[in-house]
């Protein structure tokens, strides 16, 4: 997915929570920059970096294993 239809699909969510590493980013489109969120859920090929996961209005990009246990539906 590019760009414009990652925010298509994102740019109404309640929340966005970016996994790298250890380091955990909420963005809320609402109140964040279109831009950086783009580019923390945007991979180095221009794409939307995997793993993706919606779980409602929620998404969880990136991996993350403390994340995945406390906000993955499947937790």
């Known amino acids: 997915m590019d760009a ?3 925010w298509d699909l994102m ?3 309640k929340r966005i929570v970016v ?7 909420t963005f809320v489109p609402t109140e964040d920059a ?5 580019k ?3 991979g180095r090929s221009g794409s939307l970096r995997a793993p993706t996961i919606q779980n409602g209005r929620v998404f969880l990009v990136g ?3 403390a ?3 406390t906000e993955a539906p499947f937790a």
């Open 4 to 6: 414009t239809a990652v």
């Open 11 to 13: 740019g109404s969510a």
């Open 19 to 25: 996994a790298k590493g250890r380091r955990v980013e």
């Open 34 to 38: 279109q831009e950086s969120i783009l």
């Open 40 to 42: 923390a859920v945007m």
């Open 63 to 65: 991996f993350n294993n």
């Open 67 to 69: 994340l995945y246990e």
